[in-house]
């Protein structure tokens, strides 16, 4: 279905046709029109099935079309990190450009200029709010935030939000909303925790089930079985010489992110890493170095595996396994995006073994394993359902524990 299908205003299509926008993505074609009918919406769809531009367009459409307050907030876009609040206000500043919409994007780690611009805004009045939970309920709690006139309520990414324990923020937010208003909520899965939260704010909803539990065929998948002191030097061969130009190399820690990093830099890796140690500044000039291709090799933690728009990614790298099938299937799914092929390689480790055989029984594939190079020396036999030996190549055995203050 093409977006000039859909009824939208022409101020509207042309910042669509300007974004380069066409045809609809799946998610894109059963959800906007329930938007515009005014419904409440609870989708299930996954990051790269095109979900922002789903509620974006609506919303911009019912607010060009319809009467709305200019002196309050009229529609809040609630989001668990300040790299998707960025994200969700670049794409919206891009589709409302021949529009007189108003934006602002409300996020934790700004400086005193910022605060006064956010201030500004949720006390005089914004079209749209793009926030954090805790951002927005700091300000709330100063008791300047116009939201008597608020219409639509979005929560994206719901499940990260609760899982990042946003619950209570969410709702001191909801409580300080109008009653009657148009509610939205995406997930990538549906657990009964989201489906507890969607009974409590939704009206009845229409449902949207576009969420896949299983990475696209496209993407071409290895599993290299290691022992954890041969991860990094592994890494090392698999990333020098090599035809990638746009790699992610995923960890599960904050200090996994720093060590890897260091190495790699020490093997002369043009490489940088991403995790919430960083100050905001230094982040969102990481991922434009990234974004532009100026930097080929990123280390990040999970934040960066959901709700990150960047697209060319060729190769996706697991340090660790993932702690959940879910969180495998976003970080991969970094790679493959739109047409593009993708690679994803992932490195198990023996304590790790049980975590990626639920994994595969998740996708419903069995990954190929690599070869590792034989100068690395012996590797652990893949026996999910047996005790295995956490220790070195050749070593005694040693168990290899979670760091006591892993950070994510």
Known sequence: MR?????????????????????????????????????????????????????????????????????????????????????????LEGLSYYTNISSIAIYGGGDGNAFVQEKKAVSTGADIVVCTPGKMMAHIR???VKLSGLKYLVLDEADRMLDMGFYDDIMFIINHLPARRQNLLFSATMPSKIRELAKRILTQPAEVNISISKPP????????????????????????????????VFCSSKLSVKQLTRELRRKKLKVDEIHSDLEQDKRE???????SGRLPILVATDILSRGIDIDNIDLVINFDVPHDGEDYVHRIGRTARAEADGTAFTLVSPKDQR??????????RTVPH??????????????????????????????????????K
């Open 285 to 291: 000039e990481v991922l434009m170095q990234f974004k």
């Open 217 to 248: 065929e496209k993407i071409k998948q290895t599993a290299y079985h290691v022992f954890e002191a041969q991860k990094v030097p592994l890494v090392v061969q698999l990333l020098s010489g090599s035809n990638f130009s746009r790699i992610v």
């Open 355 to 364: 975590k990626w055989w639920q994994i595969e029984k998740l996708i419903e």
């Open 3 to 91: 977006f000039s299908e859909f009824g939208f205003d022409d101020r509207l299509l042309e910042g669509i046709e300007a974004s380069g926008y066409d045809t609809a993505t799946p998610v894109q074609e059963q959800v906007i029109p329930l938007i515009l009918e005014g419904k409440d919406v609870i989708a299930s769809a996954q990051t790269g099935t095109g979900k922002t531009a789903a509620f974006l367009l609506p919303l911009i459409n019912r607010m060009l079309t319809s009467a709305h307050d200019p002196h309050t907030i009229n529609a809040l876009i609630i989001v668990p990190t300040r790299e998707l609040a960025i994200q969700i206000e670049q794409h």
């Open 142 to 144: 100063m008791g300047y």
């Open 370 to 407: 690599g070869v590792v190079p034989p100068e690395l020396g012996a590797t652990p036999a893949y026996s999910p359902r047996q005790p295995q030996q956490h220790g070195r190549p050749g070593g005694k055995r040693k168990y290899y524990g979670k760091p006591r203050n892993p950070g």
